[in-house]
């Protein structure tokens, strides 16, 4: 298992910006297929964004077009760019990380995001 740790949440005001990290320890990062997660008040978590090891991405209809996610294996670390923020974007998002084989993956602790006038 790899351990992973989220960074970059806070407030912020619709259609403004934020970046998310996910820094991973462990080794071989990049045989890990990389996704962002959010879990909203009263919803249940939903795949936000997934980047494989080949550097193709997947992404939710509801952010497409709006968040880009990326990876630098180097730094073993994951990003999610987001922009044009929506009020509907507010969660808390978690990285997650599993191998080709693995059934469930490893998560880390979340990071909150607020999208508030």
């Known amino acids: 298992q790899v351990q992973l740790v989220e960074s970059g949440g806070g407030l912020v005001q619709p259609g403004g910006s934020l970046r998310l990290s996910c820094a991973a320890s462990?080794?071989?990062?990049?045989?890990?297929?990389m996704g962002w997660y959010r879990q909203a008040p009263g919803k249940q978590r939903e795949l936000v964004a997934r980047i494989y090891s080949s550097g193709t991405t997947n992404y939710a209809n509801s952010v497409k077009g709006r968040f880009t996610i990326s990876r630098d294996n180097a730094k073993n670390t994951v990003y999610l760019q987001m922009t044009s923020l929506k009020p509907e974007d507010t969660a808390v998002y978690y990285c997650?990380?599993?191998?080709?084989?693995?059934?469930?993956?490893?998560w880390g602790q979340g990071t909150q995001v607020t999208v508030s006038s």
């Open positions: 997650n990380a599993k191998t080709v084989l693995a059934a469930f993956g490893s």
């Open positions: 462990g080794s071989a990062f990049s045989d890990y297929i």
